[in-house]
């Protein structure tokens, strides 16, 4: 089971936001301003979309935002594009035991 | 921009051996300012972050704890890649594994490889 738990699914329509939450759930989880997002296609390796809780890598679209609230991040995707549609995972630093655990994964659909 | 490209067979018998490869381009191993990653991902334990190692002033490696027992990750200077070595492997090992890299500062993987799906079976 996994210390950061996802819903297994979100959707939305063209030009919607969504949110994506990301909770905590083992206090062994350490610092959590390490979170990080990954977007997920089919059959290709992750990408960086947002870490430390709310950054942006050069060249990740602003309608990509992140947030952390008490031991609940969360990942917006403001006007939603057909191309958003993908797995999005979050992360979180572990403590020196396991060091990075992932969630289960949340699947984007566009409608 | 770096590129991380792996290598490595994709069947494994069980108790054996699984050895991958990636090469880096746009960086080097010996970084002070880069960690070098290996995950996992298979259907029944998701994402799994296996272990990493990184230079600063020396070499240093961290495992998980759940392949602590079994996994060697390890640079190769003159070839600028690194490996992954898991024993003793089952079933369970079946996953597709990437390589990645992290910038050693927040536990981010900016760079990822193509992945390499490796099923263990006899």
């Known amino acids: 089971q996994s210390a950061l738990t996802q819903p297994p699914s979100a959707s939305g329509s063209p030009g919607q936001s969504v949110t994506i939450s990301c909770t905590r759930t083992?206090?062994?989880?350490?610092?959590?301003?390490?979170v990080s997002w990954y977007q997920q296609y089919p059959g290709k390796a992750p990408k960086l979309m947002i870490y430390?809780?709310?950054k942006r890598p050069s060249g990740v679209p602003d309608r990509f935002s992140g947030s952390k609230s008490g031991n609940t991040a969360s990942l917006t995707v403001a006007g939603l594009q057909a191309e958003d549609e993908a797995d999005y995972y979050c992360?979180?630093?572990?403590?020196?035991?396991?060091?990075?655990?992932f969630g289960g994964g949340t699947k984007l659909t566009v409608l | 921009q770096v590129q991380l490209q792996q290598s490595g067979p994709g069947l494994v018998k069980p108790s054996q051996t699984l050895s991958l490869a990636c090469a880096i381009s746009?960086?080097?191993?010996?970084?002070?300012?880069?960690?070098w990653n290996w995950i996992r991902q298979s259907p029944s334990r998701g994402l799994e972050w296996l272990g990493r190692?990184?230079?600063?002033?020396?070499?240093?490696?961290d495992y998980a704890v759940s392949v602590k027992s079994r996994i060697t990750i390890s640079p190769d200077t003159s070839k600028n890649q690194f490996f992954l070595q898991l024993n003793s492997v089952t079933p369970e090992d079946t996953a597709l594994y990437f390589c990645?890299?992290?910038?050693?500062?927040?536990?981010?993987?900016?760079?990822w490889g193509q992945g390499t799906l490796v099923t263990v079976s006899s």
């Open positions: 990645a890299r992290d910038d050693n500062t927040g536990w981010k993987f900016d760079s």
């Open positions: 746009g960086d080097s191993v010996s970084s002070n300012s880069a960690a």
């Open positions: 190692t990184y230079y600063k002033s020396k070499w240093y490696t």
């Open positions: 083992n206090s062994d989880v350490g610092s959590y301003s390490y």
């Open positions: 430390a809780v709310s």
């Open positions: 992360t979180s630093y572990a403590g020196s035991n396991n060091y990075v655990v």
